[in-house]
């Protein structure tokens, strides 16, 4: 049957693809969000589902409407939200919205602190080779499909389960509401300290998930990360199935892995050992959902892989340019040792944008200790003007220096001269890593790396 819902703070990465497709659905959707950024707006807009304006609206929120769907965007004294409760209407985070429409799916969440969108990638190349039916939800645009959710009669849903809270009127975990019968989790490393400000904080999300299985659903995890086996051991009534790195080779520049119990190797598009975990993590998810593994396999070696995920910008005259969304320590330090194992430490740049809460405070910035050390040359960048906006006091360059403890580290407020320094390191650079879920203060990164190709 198809609904009048609303979704307050619609211009979210998720939240306007969870629109798009209840819309193709058939569903009615207005929405509303106080800032739309690209490519939300322009997306929005082909779908006639854009705001005429920006801002909270709430004669948008009446009796006719048969519910709300509630972006973690939207803060706890929202108008829409608090007229929406005033009128009694069934208010839902998306995850919870998600779940609802997936009662009767069998379901995968893809969790963990790192690697999550990149196994969920993996998992949903794999179920289309094998074309089978599905729906998902992803948090990165992926080749092959034109939205990052899909909501429709398929018999299965892919889920990339984040940790983070749900909404301002739920404080749960997402992952808490999607109910997996086949679980992820890649590892565990402290993040989010804003809502979870010790690391047992952070733990109890993993906790709750791991609980809420039982003895006929499945837990995928990574067997080498100590604290979530101590985790799983600890809490777990799951079927179990530990994943560890396949073996593997570099053959100029390639990553060739040798298949988990086979004799022969698979040449690679990925880039780094970690994706090769991802890729074992996929693979196993993927024999959960009823693909061989043979079959898994061979179609992981054929991934393209996602969006601002080690993603290669530009190549050409023995120089890699290469942008990712790293963010988080482990992040960062997965994907600097990445490149460096592929391509090389000598001529290797590594840019940092501080960008999140938890990256922009002193306090946490130590745990970014190491994260950069592959590189040969390292470079963090942060914007004053993302700082204050998120009400942190002021941070200095020596307070980053300080805190990652590389005495050669080049830190900047400016993207301007961040640039000149890239341009300035061009002629001795062999690969260039841009690590941020920011811009950079704006840098327009593909028009960067073509010009350094070019050079």
Request: hydrophobic share 45%; net charge negative; glycine share 6%.
């Given at each position: 049957m198809h609904q009048k819902l609303h979704l307050i703070a619609i211009g979210g990465a998720v939240m306007h693809n969870v629109a798009l497709s209840l819309h193709r659905a058939g569903h009615q959707i207005t929405g509303s969000d106080d800032h739309i950024a690209e490519p939300s707006k322009?997306?929005?807009?082909?779908?006639?589902?854009?705001?005429?304006?920006?801002?909270?609206?709430?004669?948008?929120?009446?009796?006719?409407?048969d519910g709300i769907i509630l972006g973690m965007h939207a803060r706890d004294d929202n108008p829409e939200m608090l007229r929406a409760l005033e009128l009694e209407l069934p208010v839902w985070s998306f995850p919870e919205f998600i779940y609802r429409q997936s009662t009767k799916k069998l379901r995968a969440a893809i969790c963990g602190s790192h690697g999550k969108t990149t196994i969920t990638a993996m998992v949903m190349?794999?179920?289309?080779?094998?074309?089978?039916?599905?729906?998902?939800?992803?948090?990165?645009?992926?080749?092959?499909?034109?939205?990052?959710?899909?909501?429709?009669?398929?018999?299965?849903?892919?889920?990339?389960?984040?940790?983070?809270?749900?909404?301002?009127?739920?404080?749960?975990?997402?992952?808490?509401?999607?109910?997996?019968?086949?679980?992820?989790?890649?590892?565990?490393a402290w993040d989010h300290v804003n809502v979870f400000p010790t690391f047992e904080q952070y733990l109890d999300a993993f906790r709750l998930l791991i609980n809420s299985l039982g003895p006929d659903d499945h837990l995928i995890y990574q067997a080498d990360d100590i604290q979530l086996v101590?985790?799983?051991?600890?809490?777990?009534?799951?079927?179990?199935?530990?994943?560890?790195?396949?073996?593997?080779?570099?053959?100029?520049?390639?990553?060739?892995?040798?298949?988990?119990?086979?004799?022969?190797?698979?040449?690679?598009?990925v880039i780094g050992q970690h994706n090769l975990l991802n890729a074992a993590g996929a693979a196993q998810v993927a024999a959960l959902l009823g693909v061989k593994e043979d079959f898994a396999w061979q179609a992981l070696a054929t991934f393209p892989g996602a969006a601002r995920r080690l993603e290669v910008l530009a190549r050409g005259k023995g120089r890699t340019v290469i942008r990712d969304f790293a963010h988080s320590p482990s992040k960062v330090q997965a994907s600097t040792d990445a490149v460096a194992g592929q391509f090389g430490r000598a001529?290797?740049?590594?840019?940092?944008?501080?960008?999140?809460?938890?990256?922009?405070?002193?306090?946490?910035?130590?745990?970014?200790?190491?994260?950069?050390?592959?590189?040969?040359?390292?470079?963090?960048?942060?914007?004053?003007?993302?700082?204050?906006?998120?009400?942190?006091?002021?941070?200095?360059?020596?307070?980053?220096?300080?805190?990652?403890?590389?005495?050669?580290?080049?830190?900047?407020?400016?993207?301007?001269?961040?640039?000149?320094?890239?341009?300035?390191?061009?002629?001795?650079?062999?690969?260039?890593?841009?690590?941020?879920?920011?811009?950079?203060?704006?840098?327009?990164m593909g028009e960067l790396a073509n010009f350094i190709i070019a050079s």
């Open positions: 322009s997306r929005l807009a082909a779908a006639g589902l854009l705001p005429g304006r920006e801002g909270w609206f709430v004669e948008k929120i009446h009796s006719g409407l190349h794999i179920l289309q080779e094998a074309r089978l039916e599905f729906d998902y939800l992803v948090g990165a645009q992926l080749a092959g499909f034109d939205v990052m959710v899909r909501l429709s009669e398929a018999p299965i849903i892919v889920l990339e389960g984040d940790e983070y809270l749900s909404s301002p009127l739920d404080l749960r975990p997402k992952f808490a509401h999607y109910r997996p019968k086949v679980a992820l989790i890649s590892g565990i101590e985790l799983v051991r600890e809490v777990c009534q799951a079927q179990l199935y530990p994943y560890r790195c396949p073996d593997f080779r570099l053959d100029q520049g390639q990553l060739v892995v040798r298949q988990p119990g086979r004799d022969h190797e698979l040449a690679m598009t001529g290797f740049v590594a840019c940092l944008e501080l960008h999140t809460f938890s990256s922009l405070n002193p306090a946490f910035l130590p745990q970014y200790r190491g994260a950069l050390d592959a590189a040969e040359t390292a470079f963090v960048f942060f914007d004053p003007a993302a700082v204050a906006a998120k009400k942190l006091p002021p941070l200095l360059a020596e307070q980053v220096k300080v805190a990652l403890q590389r005495p050669d580290l080049q830190v900047f407020n400016d993207s301007t001269a961040l640039r000149q320094a890239i341009l300035d390191a061009a002629p001795a650079l062999t690969s260039l890593l841009l690590m941020s879920s920011g811009t950079f203060g704006g840098m327009a």
